[in-house]
């Protein structure tokens, strides 16, 4: 797994956007909301996803697995470098960010987003 792969998959989800952001991570949207960070540059952590508070505490007790600087409280984590999952966990925590990033936009939103689709 690496940059682009990655890229690939977060843009794979409907209205996903990516932008750069704070310099050097590729910032992946839905509907302007963030539900993935994506280092460009190697150093510091490979990439940042909001999970459940369950699948939380159960990440950060994985070694490589952190909890996100500045977007812990908000349940996300950081993976400190590329091997931390494997590319089936990686998709699932994925999925599962952008599925929890919908899932807290208003309904209307949310039917907005699905008519689009």
């Known amino acids: 797994m690496d940059i682009e792969w990655v890229r690939r998959h977060c843009l794979s989800f409907p209205h996903a956007t990516e932008r750069v952001q704070w310099g050097d991570n590729l910032v992946f949207k839905v509907a302007d909301k963030i539900f993935a960070i994506l280092a460009l540059e190697p150093g510091g952590q490979f990439l940042c996803c909001k999970c459940s508070p369950e699948e939380f505490a159960e990440l950060v007790e994985r070694p490589g697995i952190i909890q996100a600087p500045y977007f812990a409280r908000a349940q996300w984590v950081a993976l400190e470098r590329e091997d931390a999952l494997n590319a089936a966990e990686l998709k699932q925590l994925v999925a ?17 987003l699905k008519k689009k689709a």
């Open 96 to 112: 599962r960010s952008y599925e929890l990033v919908v899932e807290k936009m208003p309904k209307a939103k949310q039917a907005a």
